[in-house]
């Protein structure tokens, strides 16, 4: 079983950056692919990014194509998304998810962190 803390979420200006981190527990972390979701009030959970176990593969959302880069660090236990050129849009819910395959809905998806707030402001 793994564990998952997000942090690294807050306040941010539009086009601003920030960097959020998921911690795992356990010893398996490089045996799962991860992901990063987020969800908005009102609306439903909606895939953001995703990437393979060693890191050599890297999935994107249109809407975050271009602005957003996921990476991680198996020595670390840590999956980071680093988020430029934010938008009032991406105001949402961030949550890491980790997975024994790669996918982009959230039945796909085994084991979710607590989630971190990102608010992007005009």
């Known amino acids: 079983q793994v564990q998952l803390v997000e942090s690294g979420g807050g306040l941010v200006q539009a086009g601003g950056s920030l960097r959020l981190s998921c911690a795992a527990s356990g010893r398996t972390f490089s045996t799962y692919h991860m992901g990063w979701f987020r969800q908005a009030p009102g609306k439903e959970r909606e895939f953001v990014a995703a990437i393979t176990r060693g890191g050599v593969n890297t999935y994107y959302a249109d809407s975050v194509k271009g602005r957003f880069t996921i990476s991680r660090d198996n020595a670390k236990n840590t999956v980071y998304l680093q988020m430029n050129s934010l938008k009032p849009e991406d105001t949402a819910v961030y949550y890491c998810?980790?997975?024994?395959?790669?996918?982009?809905?959230?039945?796909?998806?085994?084991?979710w962190g607590q989630g971190t707030q990102v608010t992007v402001s005009s």
């Open positions: 998810a980790g997975s024994r395959r790669v996918g982009w809905g959230t039945t796909d998806y085994d084991y």
